[in-house]
Structure formats: C-alpha cells, structure tokens
C-alpha cells in the first residue's frame, strides 16, 4: 500500500492504458454485433443508458452521455427506425418524450450483454474478492472526479 502514497507519472500512465484497453477489448468484443445492425459506439452507449434507466427523457440522456442534441439525433432515428426502442409521451409533462428498450431492442441489448459479460465475468472469476471489490471503488472515484 505503501507504493501507492508515491504513484509516480508512469504508473499513472501506465494505469491510464489499462484502462484505455480494457475497454477497447470489452466493447471490441460487440463490435461483430453492432455491425450487423449498422450500429456503432454510440448506438451502443445510448442503449446501455436507456436499458438501465427505462423512461429516460432526452434531456437526460444528453446529459448522461456529455453529447449535443444534434449527435444524438441521429443515434436516436437509427435506434428507433430499428425498432429497437420506443418514444413515449411523458404523461406530466407533453412536451418530454420517455425513451424505452422496445422488444427487439431487449433482445439485441441482451446478446450484446452476454458478449461482454464473458470477458468481464472471466476476470473478476479470476480475481480475489478483495481486489474485486477495491477495484469497484477505484472505478466509482474516477468516475466520480474524486
């Protein structure tokens, strides 16, 4: 633990490209999947925050994933051209449209899933708990800015 109070440069580096190639593998592992709709990165970030939050509005979305309207946009018309979610009118508020995996949408999201639980469930298999669950609060520090 002690190495840690003295992280030098290159082993910030160093863990800046694991980082970086942990997810390049976990999401090059659907990239066969995606391709096969037409689909994207970004399609696939978009699903992954509508199946996680069903009923999401716009706003939020655009604010979740750090993107314009206008890049969306186009994900979106993709998205819901392939029936893969649905737009529904927010009963509060008309003016806000709810966005929702649509039955396609469950099912290609689900294999996309299992694509990428092989890898993930593969490594924390072979990892101790400890290191599991200290791994889990690094993730949520950097992703929280702390």
């Known amino acids: 633990m002690k190495e840690l109070l ?9 863990f800046i490209q694991l980082l970086f190639y ?9 990239r066969e999947v995606l391709a096969k ?17 069903p009923g999401i509005n716009l706003g939020e979305l655009i604010f979740k994933l750090k993107v314009t309207k206008q890049s969306l946009n ?3 018309r993709d998205l819901i051209k392939s029936k893969m979610i649905k737009q ?7 003016r806000k449209k709810n966005l929702f995996l649509d039955k396609e949408g469950k ?9 990428q639980k092989k890898r993930i469930f593969n490594a924390l298999k072979n990892s101790s708990s400890d290191s599991v669950i200290k791994f889990k609060k690094v993730l949520k520090k950097i992703i929280d800015g702390k």
């Open 6 to 14: 003295y992280l030098k440069d290159d082993q910030i580096k160093e």
């Open 22 to 30: 942990a997810y390049r593998e976990t999401f090059g592992d659907t």
């Open 37 to 53: 709709k037409y689909f994207g990165p970004a399609h696939l970030r978009a699903l992954n925050l509508i199946e996680s939050n």
């Open 74 to 76: 186009r994900v979106l």
């Open 88 to 94: 529904i009118q927010d009963e509060s508020d008309t």
């Open 107 to 115: 099912v290609f999201f689900e294999v996309v899933y299992n694509t």
